[in-house]
T-cell receptor, first 116, second 114 residues
């Protein structure tokens, strides 16, 4: 299947700093990628839909100025958590649809963010 | 928007027994229903999916059934093994299957005891 790589897998930062997480489709082009947030023992909550070459579409309740999404190429989407606070600590996962148009989503490995 | 309910939240079975996880959805326009398995700290992986024009689909020990009238779908795992232990998520896509925007259930922690 298609491979989606996410980096970094773990990051620890100080409160007030910004953190960038990358999501790459390694062997296919993804015009659309998705960003999720997952709290411990909870489900994946869709944060935003990242569209190549256009603005991201954010879900209700997600601050677009805090969670900046850039999808500059067909293989890379980035999520920047700006002015991070401890409550932003979470597991962030991206996904992308494969080119076979089967409807299957391929997920990245996830990035665990800890804000001190 | 779509709302997906998943039950039970935890399920413990003995090795070799069957496990059933059920989900209901609210949007009758939803037409794609995948199931994902997520091991601790790892990425979700698709294990089986079903589309609204099919009532049942099977892949070895895993099967999914869909009842569109009642708006519910279920995952069935037979002859469970310890390596089946994980969190399982159901999801529904009401985008017409074209943009993969999924709404996930809250997950079921399955424990298979040797």
């Amino acid at each position: 299947g298609a491979v989606v790589s996410q980096h970094p897998s773990r990051v620890i930062c100080k409160s007030g700093t910004s953190v960038k997480i990358e999501c790459r489709s390694l062997d296919f082009q993804a015009t659309t990628m998705f960003w999720y947030r997952q709290f411990p023992k909870q489900s994946l909550m869709l944060m935003a839909t990242s569209n190549e070459g256009s603005k991201a579409t954010y879900e209700q309740g997600v601050e677009k100025d805090k969670f900046l999404i850039n999808h500059a190429s067909l293989t890379l989407s980035t999520l920047t958590v700006t002015s991070a606070h401890p409550e932003d600590s979470s597991f962030y996962i991206c996904s992308a649809a494969g080119t076979a148009n089967t409807g299957e989503l391929f997920f990245g490995e996830g990035s665990r963010l800890t804000v001190l | 928007g779509e709302n997906v309910e998943q039950h039970p939240s935890t399920l413990s079975v003995q090795e070799g027994d069957s496990a059933v996880i059920k989900c209901t959805y609210s949007d009758s326009a939803s037409n794609y229903f995948p199931w994902y398995k997520q091991e601790l700290g790892k990425r979700p992986q698709l294990i089986i999916d079903i589309r609204s024009n099919v009532g049942e689909k099977k892949d070895q020990r895993i099967a999914v059934t869909l009842n569109k009238t009642a708006k519910h779908f279920s995952l069935h795992i037979t002859e469970t093994q310890p390596e089946d232990s994980a969190v399982y998520f159901c999801a529904a896509d009401n985008s017409g299957g074209s943009n993969y925007k999924l709404t996930f259930g809250k997950g079921t922690l399955l424990t298979v005891n040797p």
